[in-house]
């Protein structure tokens, strides 16, 4: 299958249709920012409630009549836009697919080493999100604003979050489980790239230091010659380093292991040259970041979840390192088998993160809507994914059978090549869903290839259905029409004759904004689809009821930018108690209670509505392989960005084979 590198299938269609869009964009951008201006969002009219000249709404009364003039003259020259556009999108594609060609502005993708399925198995690991990038006048009625601020924003986020190294901590005694991830703050990573041991004592501390780059520069080529260090990592772990606590009980050193305590681990590394435009002034509360702010990996202060300090003996870091001044954020990831946790019967392992998990291999992005902020989160995102699909969807009347004003807002990114797409638009839309072409990518992705040259690939499905509440028949069959498509996809892509190796399928993975929870009375419908049951759901007991651990990933509008939630730290710290909880996810709806819950103190079921989600099968998988959930994580960093959760998971792809 031939992939889409451009949105017209020549060069005389594309400058057609840049002349139309020239013409027609006047007139929408005018119409975006009248409108706009009588939607404020909770933060604008905090900052106008301390304006005692009421100087804005002085700018208002002068600027309406300027807008209205103006778009009254753009009018004429939209009409001739639109009437050249219109008929140009039978011919435009249903995606683009961008391949970073200069790999050394690239972090992520750099690292990547194919996976000849030896050893016990591989990692991968998967990211989804809403992020809520709509033409701005419509953004403000969920709260958010500046979409193209906060497109780039956003982008960088991700990308600095999936560039910290991964850092795994094994505790050899079972005993010491009282060392835990909230309990102090951070490991320094030794050097970057490297996957060796580190024997350390840890010492608590109550503050969270944090200094270097917040561009996740130990991604560099100049720091992977020393990969092959001991430890467990997984073959193809790329940057990840592997630190053994040798604990006593009750968390405490031993005498010899106080006397060989004298400093700290830096990690050291080049910084990336800074990217134009990220000392820019933010017109938005959403970049400005504060002490504890850890969203960007800029603050003075890092997440206690995230970070953790170590002292080492002078035989285990080259002293040289210890005056370097870079410190780096890392996941911690803990053996399951002497972890605490809450609930005991599950298998991986659980959190609420204030960053993307580490080394993200797949994102999948919902909502990504308006075209300039598009291009500028592509941008940010090519500094770590190699490969990204987007501006996914159709326009006008073109294979739906509603007009359509904007595309599906989906958008793919990977750190491994794509080798087939495809999209399909859910003909059912109602409402305002009717006006975009709301519908389902379909990837498939070469992970790596055995001896035998066969392709080691994986499917990956991205969606966001109906999102009116009460359309339940209409999300069913859209979710019927999806199971048809992943099926038909399947088939399609499949490669196993003569002429071409058989093809070794490692994953399915499918995610997306559904639209619905599982403790929701009114969802009742979407709970019990035969989906699920050929797809796992990681967070499901069964239909209507989520596991204990499993939170809400739907934000309460409303306090997206008050003080205890506005940061991802302070986002991290509410949603971990269950008040917190009450106060700032929105709860299944019932008949009792509105849709927003700030402040309440009742009792309400489940914890929160989780209507983003991420599942997965083992059916149609090479039959010797074995995939298991390794990681499943809620993320705080894009807080105050959107109204949205993301969602993450890792799994484990096992090959039955021993070590080497």
């Not at 050193?253 to 990220?278: C, I």
């Not at 498509?485 to 995610?511: G, I």
């Not at 983003?612 to 039959?623: I, V």
Request: charged fraction near 25%; hydrophobic fraction near 30%; proline fraction near 5%.
């Amino acid at each position: 299958m031939v992939l889409y590198t451009s949105p017209f299938p020549n060069s005389f269609l594309s400058v057609l249709h840049s002349f139309s869009w020239g013409l027609i964009f006047p007139c929408y951008w005018l119409a975006d920012r009248l409108v706009g201006s009588f939607v404020p969002t909770t933060y604008e009219k905090r900052q106008r409630a301390d304006d005692p000249c009421y100087f804005h709404a002085l700018c208002i009364i002068i600027t309406t009549p300027i807008y209205l003039a103006l778009l009254v003259a753009s009018l004429p020259f939209a009409l001739i836009g639109f009437l050249l556009w219109s008929p140009l999108q039978s011919a435009r594609r249903p995606y683009i697919y961008s391949r970073l060609k200069d790999k050394n502005h690239a972090n992520g993708a750099t690292l990547l080493t194919e996976w000849k399925a030896a050893g016990s198995g591989k990692s991968f690991c998967f990211g989804s999100a809403n992020v809520c990038l709509l033409p701005d006048s419509l953004a403000r009625f969920n709260n958010v604003f500046n979409t193209q601020a906060r497109a780039k924003e956003i982008g960088r986020r991700i990308r600095n979050g999936a560039s910290r190294p991964q850092i795994k901590i094994y505790i050899d005694s079972p005993t010491n489980t009282s060392i835990s991830a909230a309990s102090f703050s951070s490991l320094v990573s030794p050097q970057a790239g490297d996957n060796r041991t580190v024997n350390a004592g840890i010492k608590r501390t109550t503050s969270m230091e944090y200094k270097g780059d917040n561009c996740g520069s130990n991604n560099g080529e100049e720091n992977r010659e020393d990969k092959g260090g001991s430890g467990e990592p997984h073959e193809g772990e790329e940057n990840t380093c592997i630190v053994r606590i040798n604990g006593e009980e009750n968390g405490h050193m031993s005498d010899t292991e106080a006397d060989t305590v004298n400093g700290q681990a830096h990690a050291s590394g080049p910084a990336e040259p800074s990217l134009e435009g990220d000392a820019e002034v933010s017109k938005t509360p959403n970049h400005k970041q504060k002490e504890g702010d850890s969203g960007s990996l800029d603050s003075c202060s890092a997440s206690r979840e995230s970070l953790v300090k170590v002292r080492v003996g002078d035989g285990t870091v080259d002293q040289s390192t210890v005056n370097n001044k870079l410190l780096y954020k890392a996941s911690i990831m803990k053996k399951t088998s002497v972890r605490k946790k809450k609930h005991t019967d599950e298998t991986f392992d659980h959190e609420t993160s204030a960053f993307f998990p580490a080394n993200l291999d797949f994102l999948c992005l919902q909502e990504v809507f308006d075209k300039r902020a598009a291009e500028k989160l592509k941008e940010q995102l090519h500094h770590y994914f190699e490969y990204i699909v987007y501006d996914v969807g159709v326009y006008s009347c073109h294979s739906c059978c509603s007009f359509k004003f904007v595309n599906s807002g989906l958008l793919f990114a990977s750190r491994y090549p794509v080798m087939d797409a495809a999209y399909h638009c859910y003909p059912n839309g109602r409402g305002m869903d009717s006006l975009a072409s709301k519908g389902a990518l379909f990837l498939k992705v070469q992970v790596g290839s055995t001896p035998q040259d066969q392709r080691i690939v994986g499917y990956i499905s991205c969606t966001h259905l109906q999102a009116i509440a009460g359309d339940t028949t209409v999300r069913c069959e859209q979710l019927d029409m999806l199971q048809d498509w992943l099926s038909e996809f399947r088939k399609s892509t499949s490669s196993s004759s003569t002429a071409n190796p058989e093809e070794l399928v490692a994953f399915d993975v499918l995610c997306g904004d559904l639209n619905f929870d599982n403790c929701s009375s009114e969802d009742k419908l979407e709970q019990q689809h035969s989906l699920f049951t050929h797809y796992k759901d990681p967070c499901r007991v069964g239909p209507g009821e989520d596991k204990p651990w499993a939170i809400g990933t739907l934000l309460d509008p409303e306090g997206l930018y008050d003080e205890e939630v506005c940061t991802p730290d302070n986002l991290q710290k509410v949603l971990e108690s269950e008040e917190g909880r009450k106060g700032y996810l929105v709860y299944p709806t019932s008949k009792n209670h509105g849709s927003s819950q700030k402040g309440r103190k009742a009792s309400l079921k489940g914890n929160g509505r989780r209507i983003d989600y991420m599942l997965y099968t083992e059916e149609g998988l090479y039959l010797e392989w074995k995939v298991e959930v390794e990681e499943f994580s809620f993320i705080t960093q894009l807080a105050g960005l959107t109204d949205h959760l993301p969602v993450a998971m890792r799994l484990m792809v096992s090959t039955g084979e021993d070590d080497p």
